[in-house]
Structures are given as structure tokens and as C-alpha cells.
């Protein structure tokens, strides 16, 4: 007689045959993009919160001013890391596949000397030239002393978002993650509470540099707590990976980096010159908002980049092309909640903020839209740099940037923060139509396939 399953024991053995049906490598990214997910949404509360705090102690005029004050950091910090985040990233995690760790910390002290020079460079410019920015570029004079301030997050923010990467390459997903947006996040949340009320749009920005510092710290304990024991300052039998080839792969990931701030912050930075800083902070909390349907993209992609390295590597493409396929998969269908939400009620969620945010409701809608293609696309971009395709990253990266500046200047004059909506979220449909292209011409993959077009 047939044995008669319990309700339970049926889904333990659905489970069971599932999970033998699958490779290893799509378990191992479900498993981590769970991890990384829980960490994620975890960031997205932090970040949701520390846009409410900044909304509520400093109003819309204040949070426009920090959110420029920020914008000129984050610029310089990216010109510091001179786009060594995706090539140590790469690297490491290629190194580490094959046990060989001393190569791995060699790259990333080599990673580590390049970026402080650099970065420490740009934060002394950007703290002798912030009379010049504050006057003549945003035409407000009293964002110098801010923006000296903001210069001192430079350093230690080039340098995290390095380590974060570096972890990330040796698997470490929950210490990159808290490198990269929680620690920060956290500690500026609680540093603006304590600070915000007595000293305005500097405390602020005195939590945020305290914030990047902390996890720095952080990152440089995790990244030594992650290496064997005595590898970490010991030197390489074999310098496969100099200082010239580093430096020549992160140049065109350099340029890369630096046309997606444009993208990312050139509505923030034009609405500044162009417009008041209340404008300015209605369009940054609204982008940093809709920045929260894509969470799930960062949290796939903290797992997928290695992965993704290490299956390139090995020239197993048709793995390759499943795991990329599954994954665009998952994320779609985690972000299209948020994006609901935010089409339907978006002046609901911005008065969160405060009244002075509802005027972004507009832009809210607009740049949702942007996102959610952003994730349904895939991890596009990410499979371009990790199977050593840069250089056709970079030049769609050209082609967004030259989208989101033209659609600025001429719709921001006119209609502020729902023009530069506009302009960010068409140069993200732009980009994510060409990397798809890019990964179909040079790969042989669609990310809405589960098999490559072409077997290589």
C-alpha cells in the first residue's frame, strides 16, 4: 500500500527534489541574495529613516543644502577611488576562488595606496576650492563653509566603499553590506538625531563624516578578520596582478563610475544652480526614495558579482546566463510592490518628509518608473564589468550621461525637480536597453532567457 504523506512532509520533499534539480551556483546566489536581502531591507529602513530625520530637523531648504553638500563629496570620493571599486572587486574575488589570498591582499593594499593618495588630493580641493563652488556654481555663498566641512568625508568614504568591495570578493556578504550602507547609515541616523537640533545642516554633516569613518574601521577589522591567518602582510610569490594593470583596467571603470554620478547626480547638483534649495530637497528625497525599489538589485548583485566573475572565469556561460536569468527573476518580482506603492500614492509617502516634500510627488512617480527598469533589466551592467567588458560599459555609460545632461538643461529651467525626474529616469531606460544589448552581442545573453542565445 502507498504511503500517504503528511501536508508537511509533501513540502519537505517538493523542496528536496527542487533544490537537487538545481546547481549549485543558482543555490548558492538564492541563498546569499536572502542574506544580502534581509540586510538590504534592513539599509532600507535606515536610509528611509535618515531621509525623514534630515526632511523633519532641517526642512526642505536644509536637506537641499546637505544633499548638495553630499553630491560634492560623493564626486570627489569617485574620482578618488579612480575606479578601483569594480577592478579589485573582480580580482579578489578571482584570486580568492583559487586559495590564493596573498594575491588577493596584495591587490587590495595596492587598491588601498592608489585611492588615499587620490582621494586625499581631492577632499584639499575641494576644501580650498568651496568658496568657488558654493558662489559660482550654486550661487549661494553660505554652502562653503558646509561643503569644507562635507570635504572631510572624502577619504574615509573612498576608501570604505574599496574595503566593501574587497569583502565582497572574498564572499563576505554581510560585512561588505554593513561597510557599504548599514554602518553608515545607522550611525548618521543616530549622529542627525543627536546633532541636527543644535547645530542644523552641520551637525548633519558632521554625523555623515563620523558615519563613513566608523565604517571604515569596520571594513579594515572585517577585511584582516577575513584573510587566513599570516596572509595578510605577507607578499606574493608572484606579482600577477602589478600596479600598471590595475590601474589601466580601473581607468575606463574610472570614467564609468564618474558618468554614472552624472546620472545619479546631476539633476541634485543642476537643480542647485538653476533652482532654490527647496527644490533641490524635494528632488533628492524623492530619487532617494525611489531608490528603494531597487534595493533588491544591490542585494542580488552583492552575491551575483563574484559569482558572475568566477563562472566567466571558468567559461561556463550557460550557468552563467541561468543564474542571471533566475535572478532578474526574483528582483522583478520583489520590486513591483514598492513600485505600486509609489505610482499610486507618492504624496502619502512623501509627507513622511514633512509638507515641504509633497511639491515631488511628480518626480517621485517619474523616477519609480526609471527604477523598477533598472531592476527588471537585470544585472546587465554587472555582467559586462565582471566578464571583463569595461570598455563597452563605459561607452554606454557615455551615451546615458550625454541623455540625462541634454534632458537637464533643457527641462530643469522649466520645471525643476519633475524635469530633472524626467532626465534621470530616461537615461536609466537608456542604459539598461544597451548593456542588454551589449550582454546579448558579447555573451550571447538575454537576461530574460535561462539559456545563452549562443553556446560559446
Given at each position: 500500500?502507498?504511503r500517504?504523506?503528511l501536508?508537511?512532509a509533501?513540502?519537505?520533499?517538493?523542496i528536496?527534489?527542487?533544490?537537487?534539480?538545481q546547481?549549485?551556483?543558482?543555490?548558492?546566489?538564492?541563498?546569499?541574495?536572502?542574506?544580502?536581502?534581509?540586510?538590504k531591507?534592513?539599509?532600507?529602513?535606515?536610509?528611509?529613516?535618515?531621509?525623514?530625520?534630515?526632511?523633519?530637523?532641517?526642512?526642505?531648504?536644509g536637506?537641499?543644502?546637505?544633499?548638495?553638500?553630499?553630491?560634492?563629496?560623493s564626486?570627489a570620493?569617485?574620482?578618488?577611488?579612480f575606479?578601483?571599486?569594480s577592478?579589485?572587486l573582480r580580482?579578489?574575488?578571482?584570486?580568492?576562488s583559487?586559495g590564493?589570498?596573498?594575491?588577493?591582499?596584495?591587490?587590495?593594499?595596492t587598491?588601498?595606496?592608489v585611492?588615499f593618495?587620490?582621494s586625499?588630493?581631492m577632499?584639499?580641493v575641494i576644501?580650498?576650492?568651496s568658496?568657488?563652488?558654493?558662489?559660482?556654481?550654486?550661487?549661494?555663498?553660505?554652502?562653503?563653509g558646509?561643503i569644507?566641512?562635507?570635504a572631510?568625508?572624502?577619504?574615509?568614504l573612498?576608501?570604505?566603499?574599496l574595503?566593501?568591495?574587497?569583502?565582497?570578493g572574498?564572499?563576505?556578504?554581510r560585512?561588505?553590506?554593513l561597510?557599504?550602507s548599514?554602518?553608515?547609515?545607522a550611525v548618521?541616523?543616530?549622529?542627525?538625531?543627536?546633532?541636527?537640533?543644535?547645530?542644523?545642516?552641520?551637525?548633519a554633516?558632521?554625523?555623515?563624516?563620523?558615519?563613513?569613518?566608523?565604517?571604515?574601521?569596520?571594513?579594515?577589522?572585517a577585511?584582516h578578520r577575513?584573510?587566513p591567518?599570516?596572509?595578510?602582510?605577507?607578499?606574493?610569490?608572484?606579482?600577477?596582478?602589478p600596479?600598471?594593470?590595475?590601474?589601466?583596467?580601473?581607468?575606463?571603470?574610472?570614467?564609468?563610475?564618474?558618468?554614472?554620478?552624472?546620472?545619479?547626480?546631476?539633476g541634485?547638483?543642476?537643480?542647485?544652480?538653476?533652482?532654490?534649495n527647496?527644490?533641490v530637497g524635494?528632488?533628492?528625497v524623492?530619487?532617494?526614495?525611489?531608490?528603494?525599489?531597487?534595493?533588491?538589485?544591490?542585494?542580488?548583485?552583492?552575491?551575483?558579482?563574484p559569482k558572475f566573475?568566477?563562472?566567466?572565469?571558468r567559461?561556463e556561460i550557460?550557468l552563467?546566463?541561468?543564474t542571471?536569468?533566475?535572478?532578474?527573476l526574483?528582483m522583478?518580482a520583489?520590486?513591483?510592490?514598492?513600485l505600486?506603492?509609489?505610482?499610486?500614492?507618492p504624496t502619502l509617502?512623501l509627507?513622511?518628509?514633512?509638507n515641504?516634500?509633497?511639491?515631488?510627488?511628480?518626480a517621485?512617480?517619474?523616477?519609480?518608473?526609471?527604477?523598477?527598469?533598472?531592476?527588471?533589466a537585470?544585472?546587465?551592467?554587472?555582467?559586462?564589468?565582471m566578464?571583463?567588458?569595461?570598455?563597452?560599459?563605459?561607452?554606454v555609460?557615455v551615451?546615458?550621461?550625454?541623455?540625462?545632461m541634454?534632458?537637464?538643461?533643457?527641462?530643469?529651467p522649466?520645471y525643476?525637480?519633475?524635469?530633472?525626474?524626467?532626465?534621470?529616469?530616461?537615461?536609466?531606460i537608456?542604459?539598461?536597453?544597451?548593456?542588454?544589448?551589449?550582454?546579448?552581442?558579447?555573451?550571447?545573453?538575454?537576461?530574460?532567457?535561462?539559456?545563452?542565445v549562443i553556446q560559446r
Amino acid at each position: 500500500m502507498k504511503r500517504i504523506l503528511l501536508p508537511r512532509a509533501q513540502v519537505r520533499a517538493r523542496i528536496s527534489k527542487w533544490r537537487a534539480a538545481q546547481d549549485t551556483h543558482i543555490l548558492d546566489l538564492m541563498r546569499g541574495a536572502s542574506i544580502a536581502g534581509i540586510l538590504k531591507v534592513l539599509a532600507a529602513i535606515l536610509a528611509f529613516g535618515l531621509n525623514v530625520v534630515l526632511g523633519r530637523f532641517l526642512g526642505a531648504e536644509g536637506a537641499g543644502a546637505y544633499f548638495l553638500a553630499l553630491a560634492t563629496a560623493s564626486i570627489a570620493a569617485t574620482f578618488g577611488r579612480f575606479g578601483l571599486d569594480s577592478a579589485v572587486l573582480r580580482t579578489v574575488a578571482a584570486h580568492a576562488s583559487v586559495g590564493e589570498f596573498s594575491q588577493a591582499s596584495a591587490i587590495q593594499r595596492t587598491a588601498l595606496g592608489v585611492a588615499f593618495v587620490c582621494s586625499c588630493l581631492m577632499a584639499v580641493v575641494i576644501f580650498l576650492g568651496s568658496d568657488f563652488v558654493a558662489g559660482e556654481v550654486f550661487s549661494d555663498e553660505t554652502l562653503a563653509g558646509q561643503i569644507r566641512v562635507m570635504a572631510l568625508a572624502v577619504v574615509p568614504l573612498a576608501l570604505s566603499v574599496l574595503v566593501s568591495r574587497a569583502l565582497l570578493g572574498l564572499s563576505r556578504v554581510r560585512d561588505s553590506l554593513l561597510v557599504f550602507s548599514i554602518i553608515p547609515t545607522a550611525v548618521a541616523l543616530g549622529g542627525t538625531v543627536a546633532l541636527a537640533s543644535s547645530f542644523k545642516v552641520y551637525g548633519a554633516i558632521m554625523a555623515y563624516v563620523i558615519a563613513v569613518c566608523v565604517a571604515l574601521v569596520y571594513g579594515w577589522t572585517a577585511w584582516h578578520r577575513a584573510l587566513p591567518a599570516g596572509v595578510s602582510g605577507c607578499r606574493p610569490r608572484q606579482s600577477t596582478w602589478p600596479m600598471r594593470d590595475l590601474l589601466t583596467t580601473g581607468a575606463p571603470l574610472l570614467i564609468g563610475a564618474l558618468l554614472q554620478l552624472v546620472i545619479q547626480a546631476s539633476g541634485t547638483v543642476l537643480l542647485g544652480v538653476w533652482s532654490d534649495n527647496t527644490e533641490v530637497g524635494r528632488y533628492a528625497v524623492a530619487w532617494r526614495t525611489a531608490v528603494l525599489i531597487s534595493f533588491v538589485l544591490v542585494a542580488v548583485n552583492a552575491i551575483a558579482q563574484p559569482k558572475f566573475a568566477e563562472l566567466y572565469a571558468r567559461g561556463e556561460i550557460a550557468l552563467l546566463a541561468a543564474t542571471a536569468y533566475k535572478a532578474t527573476l526574483l528582483m522583478t518580482a520583489c520590486a513591483a510592490p514598492a513600485l505600486l506603492i509609489f505610482l499610486a500614492l507618492p504624496t502619502l509617502v512623501l509627507s513622511a518628509f514633512g509638507n515641504d516634500f509633497a511639491g515631488g510627488a511628480g518626480a517621485l512617480q517619474i523616477l519609480s518608473v526609471g527604477q523598477f527598469v533598472n531592476v527588471a533589466a537585470g544585472s546587465v551592467g554587472v555582467l559586462l564589468v565582471m566578464t571583463r567588458h569595461e570598455r563597452s560599459y563605459r561607452n554606454v555609460q557615455v551615451i546615458a550621461a550625454c541623455v540625462v545632461m541634454s534632458l537637464n538643461f533643457m527641462l530643469i529651467p522649466k520645471y525643476g525637480a519633475t524635469g530633472a525626474a524626467i532626465a534621470a529616469a530616461s537615461a536609466l531606460i537608456v542604459q539598461n536597453i544597451l548593456f542588454g544589448y551589449f550582454v546579448w552581442r558579447k555573451l550571447g545573453i538575454l537576461t530574460f532567457r535561462p539559456r545563452p542565445v549562443i553556446q560559446r
